[in-house]
């Protein structure tokens, strides 16, 4: 019997001008993986793979600096930045042990001159890391789009709604190896996003939970793991999941990965669609809610840990209980 695994699905008919039966095959296949756990990979995505490749690599290269020169990619402290950009640290209590560099994406004449700080060095990194940028952002955009088909909903609807993309960022980590007398790195957590896009090395490490089972991503070349988050998982009144998802730590190696986060603007109202509801006869899973709202609950959950895990704040905080 083969282990199980998540789908992998070829893009390339949506960038070369496939046939129909291509594409819908490929629709069919997003359309079951999002039901089922959130999670599936993407080939021939539009990003170039020597660009893929050299974004860890000088991600690698940035990661072992001495600290001062990582922090030079910090903003000055209280220069309003929504979320913590620059150079981070985890602390060493957290089971994640991770350190990351967080960037937003300037776009629709947004400017975070002010706090967005992309790295000195190595020279070339932030000229490889605004391409990868470009690049996913394209992706992003055909991925909704087939997202939207495959929720039946009318034509360009989530790209309408989510016409704001002042909130994506992208976030460069790397994960410390495990070490024999600690846990060795396991936190479940669900985004809370529209989309999210990782490309890894090959420590790998990532693992999705799907039917009460954990399924390692096992890093494929050239591949992209793509994954739902609460904004899908609430408008498709969980028609959709937010897929649930962890990092393994492994003895010995540290794991860098580079993650885009497709965002939704913070003003945004969120709540289940007539169309999951009210026209099928459905009760809402969730009450509504601001999205700027949700995103700072989310972070207080990083500011200020829960002395429980189970008790951070998730999607879950606005479910509808009967």
């Known amino acids: 019997m083969s282990s199980p695994s998540i789908p992998t699905v070829d893009l390339s008919p949506f960038f070369n001008g496939g046939d129909e039966e291509s594409k819908k095959k490929a629709i069919d296949t997003i359309a079951k993986a999002c039901s ?56 060493e209590t957290s089971i994640d042990r991770n350190e990351y560099l967080l960037m937003f994406i300037p776009s629709n004449g947004s400017d975070f001159s002010t706090f967005n700080v992309y790295p000195p060095d190595p020279p070339e990194f932030s000229k ?27 034509y360009n609807f989530l790209k309408e709604y989510n016409n704001d993309r002042s909130g994506d960022f992208m976030a460069l980590l790397r994960y410390f190896p495990a070490m024999a007398t600690e846990n060795n790195g396991i936190s479940e957590h669900e985004d809370g996003n529209c989309l999210t896009f990782v490309f890894q090395d ?16 096992t890093p494929k ?28 730590r492994k003895d010995g190696r540290s794991r860098h990965s580079c993650c885009f986060f497709y965002n939704l603007g913070g ?5 289940p669609l007539p169309q999951f509801t009210r026209e099928v006869g459905e009760a809402p899973k969730y009450r509504g809610f601001l999205y700027k709202d949700y995103q700072q609950l989310r972070m207080r959950n990083k500011t200020h840990p829960p002395s429980r895990p189970e008790d951070a704040i998730q999607i879950s905080h606005y479910a509808i209980t009967n």
């Not at 690599?57 to 402290?77: D, G």
């Open 36 to 91: 089922d756990s959130g999670f599936f990979q993407i080939l021939n995505h539009g990003v170039p793979l020597t660009l893929m490749a050299q974004a860890i690599e000088l991600s690698k290269t940035f990661f072992q600096y001495p600290l001062e020169e990582k922090l030079k990619s910090k903003p000055i402290a209280g220069s309003g930045a929504p979320l913590p950009a620059g150079y981070n640290r985890q602390p």
């Open 128 to 154: 490889v890391l605004k391409q990868i940028a470009s690049h996913l952002n394209k992706t992003a955009l055909l991925l909704e789009g087939i997202v939207n088909e495959c929720l039946g909903l009318p």
């Open 202 to 217: 090959d420590v790998g490490g990532l693992e999705v939970s799907k039917d009460g089972e954990w399924i390692p991503v």
């Open 221 to 248: 070349e050239g591949t992209i793991v793509v994954n739902l988050g609460d904004v899908i998982q609430v408008l498709s009144n969980k028609k959709f999941k937010s897929a649930t998802h962890r990092v393994v």
């Open 267 to 271: 003003e945004k109202w969120v709540e």
